[in-house]
């Protein structure tokens, strides 16, 4: 139980397009949905909190409108870098946590974003 | 400032040498202290929650133990698959009313046979 999946794995994109990642809990509802970004060697970086229905809590120092986050439902949220530049590639991590669970973040695989 | 702080950085061990990763935690109020493994090129795998001091819990060769003030992950006679970064995470009271973890830097673990 709590798997989360997201799509794609890896991406490579030129400078200036936009790039959509889809996070997915397969096998419970999420309320909540995060999004973190991780650099080599680095420990994760939280980007934002989403959650169902409503607009997204962004960190301190992340741009909203280059990291645009959809939550349209309960098992599905989105995550879509707008004009990459390769400073924007990186790991992108997203987590879900079960609606009336506890509390425990359960982790996609990633996306690797490579941005020329 | 709620702050995580693990340590070692780093941690090489020879197959079957018992040793403790430290996590020490500075925040408002101790909601959640998570922790979780991650292998290279992958997202962290959940391991454990702990939510008060005194609390244990164990899974295979893990032991995870909390105090007021830190948490220890302790790794019996480990094995070469035990490799990968160990992450502490804790969630406070307070954050905005989501869950949200502040990540340590974690600790990168190798055992070698």
């Known amino acids: 139980g709590a798997v989360v999946s997201q799509h794609p794995s890896w991406v490579i994109c030129k400078s200036g397009t936009s790039v959509k990642i889809e996070c997915r809990s397969l096998d419970f509802q999420a309320t909540t949905m995060f999004w973190y970004r991780q650099f080599p060697k680095q420990s994760l970086m939280l980007m934002a909190t989403?959650?169902?229905?409503?607009?997204?809590?962004?960190e301190q120092g992340v741009e909203k409108d280059k990291f645009l986050i959809n939550h349209a439902s309960l098992t599905l949220s989105t995550l879509t870098v707008t004009s990459a530049h390769p400073e924007d590639s990186s790991f992108y991590i997203c987590?879900?946590?079960?609606?009336?669970?506890?509390?425990?973040?359960?982790f996609g695989p990633g996306t690797r974003l490579l941005v020329l | 400032e709620d702050q995580v702080t693990q340590s070692p950085e780093a941690l090489r061990l020879q197959e079957g040498e018992s040793s403790s990763l430290n996590c020490s935690y500075t925040?408002?109020?101790?909601?959640?202290l998570f922790w979780y493994r991650q292998d290279p090129g992958k997202g962290p795998e959940f391991l454990f929650t702990?939510?008060?001091?005194?609390e244990e819990k164990e899974k295979e060769r893990l032991k995870a133990t909390l105090t007021k003030k830190e948490s220890f992950l302790h790794i019996t006679a480990p094995k070469p698959e035990d490799s990968a970064t160990y992450l502490c995470?804790?969630?406070?009271w307070g954050s905005g009313g989501y869950n949200k973890l502040i990540f340590g830097a974690g600790t990168r673990l190798a055992v070698h046979p």
């Open positions: 987590s879900a946590s079960e609606a009336g669970g506890e509390e425990t973040q359960y």
């Open positions: 989403s959650n169902e229905g409503s607009k997204a809590t962004y």
């Open positions: 995470a804790v969630q406070a």
């Open positions: 702990l939510y008060s001091a005194g």
């Open positions: 925040v408002s109020g101790l909601r959640g």
